[in-house]
């Protein structure tokens, strides 16, 4: 795709976005943290509806780090087949809440650099766990919605997850880093598709430097 010459304006966008999804949220079902990033860790390459449908079990049966961390693989395999990609998630479940219990009390950490050294977990899902979980914008949460709407509406030329993070950190203020993310995904989900987006029906358009040429 042509990258986009011009740029939404930050402040059009987040006051735009406000207006469309005032109750975006994080549309993964949980109660924890841990359940949380567990969720988070099932949704790659996976719909939240999907991950919300095998979550009810696999949290009644294994809730929390302690009881996870002394699951067989094979239980949480066939409870989490349905998501893809089910034995390497298996193991970064498993791996992660053993690293909680031995490193962490079973309780998730609430820093980037802890997080990160859970299996499993790259910047993207401790992103999603310090802003939904915690409150706390360290980063900006960079999924394939917010990739792609970022370039789109000129916020980045970058494709490389961690440059568009870095991007959408200087231009947007950090205390409503988690709350345009929710927005941007609910956007990505709902009108600014991977392909064919509305861009005829899109409230954005007016500033999109990408509208009508997607
Ligand atoms: S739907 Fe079209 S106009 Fe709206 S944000 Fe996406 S590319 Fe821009």
Redesign the pocket.
């Known amino acids: 795709m042509a990258f986009a010459r011009k740029k939404i304006p930050a402040a059009r966008l987040i006051k735009g976005l406000q207006k469309l999804y005032p109750e975006a949220h994080c549309e993964l079902d949980f109660k924890t943290p841990f359940q949380l990033l567990v969720a988070t860790i099932l949704s790659a390459q996976c719909t939240d509806k999907r991950v919300n449908m095998v979550t009810p079990e696999l949290f009644r049966r294994f809730p929390d780090a302690a009881a996870m961390s002394i699951a067989k693989p094979k239980q949480i395999e066939s409870l989490i087949k349905s998501t893809g990609f089910f034995r390497n998630k298996t193991k970064n479940i498993l791996g992660a809440a053993r690293v909680l219990m031995e490193d962490f009390d079973g309780k998730v950490p609430e820093t980037m650099d802890e997080l990160l050294t859970l299996p499993g977990v790259a910047r993207k899902t401790a992103n999603v766990v310090l802003g939904t979980a915690f409150g706390k914008n360290e980063g900006f949460v960079v999924d394939t919605h917010i990739a792609r ?1 970022s370039q ?2 000129g916020l980045t030329k970058e494709v490389d997850p961690v440059k568009i993070e870095r991007d959408l950190c200087a231009q947007l203020p950090r205390d409503q880093w988690s709350e345009i993310g929710h927005r941007l995904i609910w ?1 990505g989900r709902r ?3 991977a392909r064919n ?3 005829i029906a ?4 007016p500033d ?7």
């Open positions: 709407l789109r509406l956007h009108v600014c598709y987006p509305e861009c899109c409230a954005l358009a999109c430097p990408s509208a009508g040429k997607v």
